[in-house]
């Protein structure tokens, strides 16, 4: 119900105040979590792991490392309903011209079975550096459900911009 949905991304905006603060990016959290029974697979942050990474990403390089398999093959071992919870929106694109988030999820479904079936995000992603996101289309047009869950939008944005210079007063 609606209320867990809110404690689960609360969870994941937990994980997102661990990230160090960059003007160049976003503060995000993520966490995997296997919707048949609730247990959470793994959880990210952005810049957790080494590299320029974020929080969607951190999730899916954890659990293929814990499997000794590269992340692009994290799909197969993906329970049935594994959904992702992120207090902001995969990203469609990267300034720094790294894989998108919504491109690492995409290919986490093999043809069209398995992998990560839906998105619960807390915001969508602020038009600071790449203008609008048009990540979640793409999700919706290969069948995975982005959902909103509201409540947390103030607390996700700033923690998502603690690094980022504050206009005079804000
Ligand atoms: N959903 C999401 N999770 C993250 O962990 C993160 N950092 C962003 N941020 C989106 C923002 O668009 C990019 O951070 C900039 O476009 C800079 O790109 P890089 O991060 O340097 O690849 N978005
Ligand atoms: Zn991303």
């Known amino acids: 119900d609606p209320s867990d949905h809110k404690s689960i991304l609360r969870l994941a905006l937990n994980e997102a105040e661990k990230s160090e ?14 919707e ?17 990474t974020h929080a969607e990403q951190c999730c899916l390089l954890k ?14 071992i993906l329970p049935e309903n594994t959904v992702i919870y992120t207090t902001m929106e995969p990203c469609g694109k990267r300034l720094s011209g790294n894989l998108p988030c919504v491109e690492r ?10 992998g990560i079936r ?7 992603e602020p038009e600071t550096f790449v203008g609008e996101n048009v990540g979640r289309t793409k999700l919706e047009e290969s069948g995975i459900t982005c959902i909103h869950i509201s409540g947390l939008e103030d607390d ?15």
């Not at 960059?22 to 995997?32: D, E, I, Q, S, Y």
């Not at 942050?45 to 080494?50: A, R, S």
């Not at 999820?105 to 398995?114: F, M, N, P, S």
């Not at 996700?156 to 804000?170: C, F, Q, Y």
């Open 156 to 170: 996700i944005l700033k923690v998502a911009t603690a690094g980022h210079e504050r206009e005079a007063g804000e």
């Open 118 to 124: 839906k998105v619960y995000h807390g915001v969508s």
């Open 36 to 52: 048949s029974n609730g247990e959470v697979l793994a959880t990210g942050y952005t810049l957790e792991l080494p590299g320029n």
């Open 63 to 76: 659990l293929s490392e814990s499997y000794s398999i590269p992340e692009e093959r994290v799909g197969e």
């Open 21 to 34: 603060p960059k003007p160049t990016n976003f503060r995000v959290g993520a966490l995997l979590l296997n």
């Open 105 to 114: 999820i995409l290919r986490t479904q093999k043809e069209g079975k398995g």
